[in-house]
């Protein structure tokens, strides 16, 4: 019996993205899609002084973790907590958008949110990790390897859409 790949678990992942932003609506996956950039610049700045932290080299306070927490797991850590404050407390209200377009809209930006969130997590990985992630699964592949695609795309659909929606009203 073959043993599911780690194709299924990211098709997986990715449906309920999809699922995500149906129940969301166009405008919180807006916001959902901000709040990773914003994962993103949080973990950036943070994660040295976390490592260091959680490492017992530096304290706050007088107060230090030794915990021996890998890189990866201070990144996904600070990133998924940012994503998920910001999306539950960002203030910004689901709205409902008229249209013909709206379904395809929230399929499209939840699968950019998706894809993005799915590559910068892999790209808090180690090298070896990544490459074996490749090596194994032809969508972590595509994941991994077109991270600057996954990082840009979703900020020039958003600039296209945004024209288009101008020249619509």
Do not use: C
């Amino acid at each position: 019996m073959p043993v599911p790949s780690w194709n299924l678990a990211i098709a997986v992942i990715f449906v309920m993205g999809i699922s995500f932003g149906y129940i969301l609506q166009r405008d919180k996956i807006i916001a959902t899609l901000l709040s990773v950039y914003v994962g993103l610049i949080m973990t950036q700045a943070l994660s040295g002084t976390m490592q260091q932290f959680f490492e017992g080299s530096k304290t706050f306070n007088q107060f230090w973790i030794n915990l021996h927490a890998s890189p990866f797991s201070i990144r996904s850590a600070i990133f998924m907590l940012t994503i998920t404050l910001l999306t539950a407390k960002a203030g910004i209200s689901g709205g409902k958008t008229k249209g013909l377009l709206s379904p395809f809209e929230i399929i499209g930006y939840s699968i950019l949110t998706t894809g993005l969130i799915l590559s910068s997590l892999f790209n808090f990985m180690p090298a070896d990790s990544r490459a074996a992630f490749v090596e194994n699964s032809k969508f972590a592949a595509i994941l991994i390897n077109d991270y600057t695609w996954w990082v840009i795309t979703p900020v020039l659909v958003l600039i296209g859409m945004g024209f288009f929606r101008k020249s619509a009203d």
